[in-house]
């Protein structure tokens, strides 16, 4: 038996604010955008060379819904994009604007930095080390 995650659920304000932030400034591809009501879209984003698991993008659309944005994972972080090239998307990241809460560093799985999206959630951006695969 083979399966995968192929989407997480992540809450946004607004569908076009947030497909601008992760495809303008993390460099994520938009792999999907089907409108399925008036109010309604699924949308979905992913890195770069990744095929299988994406963001479904959701807008928020309750009170409740709107209180977790940028909290759905009680302040620890609560995504990790790995990279083959730590210090190549720390630079870009960094000269897009991303908001960075320490400075890089190395630890006994990889290089590593903790950084904020623009809705508040807090990403892990890491290259693991040589012995881990992507």
């Not at 997480?8 to 932030?21: F, M, R």
């Not at 630890?107 to 992507?134: H, S, T």
């Given at each position: 038996?083979?399966?995968?995650?192929?989407?997480?659920?992540?809450?946004?304000?607004?569908?076009?604010?947030?497909?601008?932030?992760?495809?303008?400034?993390?460099?994520f591809r938009l792999a999907e955008d089907t409108v399925l009501s008036p109010t309604?879209?699924?949308?979905?984003?992913?890195?770069?060379?990744?095929?299988?698991?994406?963001?479904?993008?959701?807008?928020?659309?309750?009170?409740?819904?709107?209180?977790?944005?940028?909290?759905?994972?009680?302040?620890?972080?609560?995504?990790?994009?790995?990279?083959?090239?730590?210090?190549?998307?720390?630079?870009?990241?960094?000269?897009?604007?991303?908001?960075?809460?320490?400075?890089?560093?190395?630890?006994?799985?990889?290089?590593?930095?903790?950084?904020?999206?623009?809705?508040?959630?807090?990403?892990?951006?890491?290259?693991?080390?040589?012995?881990?695969?992507?």
């Open positions: 038996m083979k399966q995968h995650i192929t989407a997480v659920t992540l809450l946004v304000p607004d569908y076009d604010e947030a497909i601008a932030y992760y495809v303008a400034k993390l460099g309604k879209r699924w949308v979905v984003v992913a890195p770069p060379g990744n095929g299988e698991t994406g963001l479904l993008l959701a807008q928020a659309d309750s009170p409740n819904q709107r209180q977790a944005i940028g909290n759905q994972s009680g302040g620890r972080v609560f995504l990790i994009l790995k990279t083959d090239d730590f210090d190549r998307d720390f630079a870009r990241f960094k000269k897009a604007g991303i908001e960075f809460l320490e400075d890089s560093r190395l630890e006994a799985y990889g290089k590593v930095a903790v950084f904020r999206d623009a809705f508040g959630n807090k990403w892990d951006l890491i290259e693991p080390l040589a012995k881990q695969a992507l």
